[in-house]
Each structure stands twice: as C-alpha cells, then as structure tokens.
C-alpha cells in the first residue's frame, strides 16, 4: 500500500477538483492508488454533494448575461470566496446567466434547462459541480428585465471577471432614442443602483404593507412630541415623502452628480436625445444578502482536518 502522503493527496485533488478530505477518503479505501483513487470519487460524486448539501452557500458570484433589448442575473452560490476565484466555477456562473438571459430569468424554467455542452440540465449540472469542485453550491435565484424597444443596461460592481462579481444590476430604458446614448445613462444609473440600494421603482410600487408599517411607526413618533392630531397627520405626510425619496429609486438623488434626481435625469436624457425615455424596472443583486452565514473557527478546521 502506497503511504497516503499531503503531496497525493495535493495531486487527486488537482486531477478531480474534490475536497481535501473526501480525497483523503479515496486514496485510503484504494489503498494509495491514485488513479483508483479518481475513480472512486466519480463513482461517490453524486453522494458527496448530497453530504455537502446541508453547509451554508453564502459566497461564489452574481453574474449578469444581455443581449438587444434584454438581459438577465443569476446569483450563484458556493461555501468560500476561494471557489469563486475558480476557472470552473466562473465559467459555470457565466454559462448559468447566458441560459438565463435565453428563458427570460425565470428561476424555475432556467433550473429545468439543459446546460450548454452537456445531456444534464442545469439543476443537475450544479450537483455536478459540487462532486467536482468539492463545495456545496446553490443557484439561489436568477431573473430577467426586457423592453420592446430602448436598452436593459447593466453593470457589475467588485467584477472578477467581465459581467460577474459581487453585485449585478439591470436598469430597464424604453425609448426610441439613441440606443448607445441610452446605455451610457443606464449605467451610470445601474451604478447608482448599486450605491443607493433603492427598494422600489416608484411610489406605486411601494409594498403596501411596508407602507403602513412606516406610517405607523412616524404617527408614533409624531405623537410622542404631544402634537395636535391634525399637526401629527401634516407631519407624517412630510416624513412619508423622505422616506419615498430614500427607498424609491426615481425619487433618489442621483449619486453621480449629488443633486438630480433620477426622474430629472431621465427628464433630461428625453430631451437630449428627442425622445421620450421610460424608467421601467432595475433588478440589485448582492451576493449573499440574506443568507445567514455560519461563523466558524477556520483554525480550529484545519486543525481538525490534518489530525483526521
């Protein structure tokens, strides 16, 4: 039996992309032969990411697909930052958003696809992935915006790789106009996205419910200052409209020149190119937010991991 040493198992690791220990495992149940070894691991690679399933998939990338007057984002998961920097992974995540862009961003229809290149949809190529690369992955979410005639501009912010990074953004323009004046404006605008985090398009489409929460929690302070009801209900209105402007993108100040706000910049583009101009949508995805991440010991996992 050939001694199990850190260089094999450096070297199955290398050849398969699995993780260290599961390459340990491997070289210890065919005692050391490593070519054995790789084997065994595409036999158990279904089994191994099922076992990884259940570690969190907080890190990995947002990448973003377009094409005429559309375009779609994809956020894909995995466990560390260090398979994001991952060849493989990064073109998978590139391959995810351009299948993507091609059913229009649905999630469900995307999941059902066949991944270019292979017989496995792309559900079933993420736990491919997984048995390859070693990590738990998740294609946590994708979605699309197209117009009928203008641009879907987008941009990414912390890129790694041209169109995927940390943080993707789509800005819906319908319009006539000029289409290559219409995507410098929406990327300048999809870079606003990205610093201002606006939650909603326009007033009309504040959520309701988030609406009377607001309410309720400024007639609450209002009140407390022991204001007349009618003084309360001038001074929520006012409150109400500041917080239209921190929430509502075409309400928010733009950041790019500190002063306009979008609706003036869009106001303004119409005029310039001589055609009326439409903010009709922006998607902002942030890599992992909300997912609830698990703090953990990193040297306490080494540790465990070369005494096992």
């Known amino acids: 039996m ?19 220990m599961d390459c340990k495992k491997a070289l210890a149940e065919t005692a050391g032969d490593l070519e054995a070894a790789v084997d065994w691991l595409r036999k158990k690679g279904l089994a191994a990411a099922a076992k990884k399933a259940g570690r969190v998939a907080a890190e990995g990338l947002v990448a973003v697909a377009s094409s005429g007057t559309a375009a779609a984002v994809a956020e894909v998961n995995a466990e560390t930052d260090f398979v994001a920097r991952n060849d493989k992974f990064q073109d998978f995540a590139k391959g995810v958003a351009e299948v993507a862009l091609s059913v229009g961003g649905d999630i469900a229809t995307l999941k059902a696809t066949n991944y270019p290149g292979t017989e496995r949809t792309v559900e079933e190529q993420v736990t491919h992935m997984i048995a390859t690369i070693g990590e738990n992955m998740n294609l946590r979410r994708s979605t699309g915006l197209k117009v009928g005639s203008g641009v ?12 995927m ?11 006539e106009g000029d289409k290559a004046r219409l995507d410098e404006v929406g990327k300048q605008i999809a870079m606003h996205v990205a610093a201002a985090n606006p939650l909603f398009l326009n007033r009309d489409a504040v959520d309701t419910s988030a609406l009377d929460r607001e309410r309720d929690i400024l007639s609450e302070q209002a009140r407390a200052s022991g204001k007349a009801e009618d003084i309360i209900a001038k001074m929520v209105e006012g409150r109400l409209r500041k917080y239209y402007e921190e929430v509502c993108l075409i309400e928010q100040i733009y950041v790019i020149d ?13 005029k310039e190119i001589g055609k009326p101009v439409a903010l009709t949508g922006f998607v902002r995805f942030a890599l992992g937010e909300g997912v609830e991440k698990e703090e953990s010991d990193f040297a306490a996992e080494v540790a465990a991991a070369v005494k096992g």
């Open 258 to 270: 500190g002063e306009s706000k979008i609706s003036k910049v869009i106001e303004n583009l119409a």
């Open 152 to 163: 879907v501009s987008t941009y990414v912010h912390s890129a790694i790789q041209p169109g």
């Open 165 to 175: 990074g940390k943080i993707g953004v789509l800005v819906a323009l319908e319009s």
């Open 2 to 20: 050939a001694e199990i040493t850190a260089a094999l198992v450096k070297d199955l690791r290398e050849k398969t992309g699995a993780g260290m």
